[in-house]
C-alpha cells in the first residue's frame, strides 16, 4: 500500500511538473509572439514614416495667376509690343518641414529669346503649405530679331510668351535634417492683345 501511494504521489508530481513546464514554455512562446508582433509593428512605423515624413520632395513653383496692367502692341516697321504684367507664383511645399529658399529671377523669352526679368525675394514656405508671391515685371519687344513671327502674332491679336525660374534652397525637417532642394518653372501663357488679358497659363 505505501509503496503504491509513494508511486501514485510521484506519478502526481511528474504530472505536475509536466503540466508546470507546458505553462512555463506556453508563456515564453507568449512573450516571443508578443516581441515579434512589437518588431512587427515598429518596422512598419518606421517604414511608413520613412515613406512619408522622411521622404522629402522637390517643390513646386508656379505662376497662379497673371493680371495685365499696361500694354501697347503694333505692327509698323519694325512690329513691337511693351506690356506691364503683375504676376502672383506660388510656392507649393508638400514635405512635413519649411523650405527655406534664395533670391531668384522669373526671366520672360519670346521665340527664345529673353527679354525681361521679375525679381522673386527669398522667403520660406510652410510645411505642407502653399507660399503665393506678387511680382511686377515690364516686356519690351526691343530685344527681338526683326526677322521673328512677331508682326504675324500682333496681326492675329494673341502674343505667345514663356516664362523660366529656378528656386533653390532647403526643406529642414524637425530642426535635424537639412536638404538641398530646388523647384523649376516653366509657364507657356498667351496675351489677348484685344482684351488685354492674359489666358491660358501652362505650367510644367
Known sequence: MAEQSYRQRKAEMEVAAEASKELKRKKRMKLLAYALAFVIFQTVVILVFSLTVMRIKNPKFRVSSI??????????????????????VAVKNTNFGHFKF????????????????????KGRSKARST?????????????????????????????TLTC??????KVQLMKLIKKKKSAEMKCAMLVNLETKAVQDINCQ
Open 164 to 169: 523660366h525660374s529656378k528656386l533653390s534652397g
Open 67 to 88: 493680371t495685365v496692367e499696361g500694354l501697347m502692341a503694333a505692327t509698323p516697321n519694325p512690329p513691337y509690343f511693351n506690356i506691364k504684367l503683375n504676376a502672383q
Open 131 to 159: 507660399k503665393k508671391l506678387d511680382v511686377t515685371v515690364e516686356l519690351n519687344s526691343n530685344d527681338v530679331p526683326n526677322n521673328s513671327s512677331l508682326q504675324s502674332e500682333i496681326e492675329s491679336g494673341f502674343l
Open 102 to 121: 534664395e533670391n531668384t529671377t522669373i526671366w520672360f523669352d519670346y521665340g527664345g529669346v529673353r527679354f525681361g526679368d521679375a525679381f522673386v525675394a
